[in-house]
Every structure is written in structure tokens, then in C-alpha cells.
């Protein structure tokens, strides 16, 4: 078997960029006047959701203060939007916590008239093997 090398990375033109975009954008049915740089927001962005610093971000993209803010991020510090929702404000990680909790037998009944039934069945382990309620003993 005859490996080949690897392709020499070769720079796009101007109009062949463009095109390609475009093409992409057009398939879908998504119209913008934006072909060229329609990614530098969204990539500014993503990295202003994990905490990158902004000079960073500005180095990145060689854009000044006015651009970058007025163009590629959003109006609201990211900082700010995590400590409002009671996040760390610097973490790149959070926890939410599962919100499962088991309802009361009585407001299941009410919702669902035939669970009486099934429930005691489950309740006494008395389900056939055809039973679309099964009993488990896996618990959160």
C-alpha cells in the first residue's frame, strides 16, 4: 500500500472563497451580504462563552476596540450573564442540578387516570411479561 503525502495547504482566492460561501449560504435558502467574514462573529463569540480575554480575542482577529465590539460580541459581558444566573463568573464549567423529583402518586393519578392500576400492579410486582411498565430496581 502506497501512502501519499500529505497536500501543501494552498490559499484560496478571493473569488473562489466568496463563491464557495455563497454556495453553502444559498443551499439552505439563507441570504447575507456577509460571504466572506460571516464566521468571525461566531468565532468571537464562542470564545468570549469560554472566558477567553478580550485582548486576546482583539489580537486574534486584529480588530480595534470599536469593531470588535460593535461588530463580533455581544451587548452583554459574558461575566455579568454568568454571575446573573448564579454561575461562577470566570468558571468555564458549571454544574446544573438534575430537577427530577418524584411526583406524589396522587397528582400522577390525576394526570394519568390508568396509572392507578399499573401502580399497584408495579407496587406488588405482579406485571406479566408483556407489561409495558417493567419493574426496576435502578434508582436516581
Not at 490559499?11 to 444559498?26: M, N, P, Q, V
Not at 397528582?107 to 409495558?132: N, Q, T, V, W, Y
Request: charged share 20%; glycine share 6%; proline share 8%.
Amino acid at each position: 500500500m502506497k501512502i501519499k503525502p500529505p497536500r501543501q495547504a494552498q490559499e484560496w482566492s478571493y473569488s473562489s472563497h466568496r463563491e464557495s460561501i455563497g454556495k453553502a449560504l444559498f443551499s439552505p435558502g439563507t441570504r447575507s451580504n456577509k460571504k466572506t467574514h460571516i464566521n468571525c462573529g461566531s468565532s468571537a463569540r464562542m470564545a468570549g462563552n469560554v472566558c477567553v480575554n478580550i485582548d486576546q480575542i482583539r489580537r486574534q482577529g486584529r480588530w480595534n476596540n470599536t469593531t470588535i465590539n460593535g461588530a463580533y460580541l455581544t451587548n452583554l459581558p459574558i461575566e455579568l450573564v454568568r454571575s446573573m444566573a448564579v454561575f461562577p463568573a470566570y468558571g468555564r464549567f458549571f454544574y446544573l442540578a438534575s430537577a427530577a423529583p418524584d411526583p406524589p402518586t396522587s397528582l400522577c393519578k390525576k394526570l394519568f387516570p390508568a396509572i392507578g392500576e399499573r401502580h399497584d400492579r408495579l407496587a406488588a410486582k405482579e406485571l406479566s411479561p408483556g407489561d409495558p411498565i417493567q419493574y426496576s430496581s435502578y434508582r436516581r
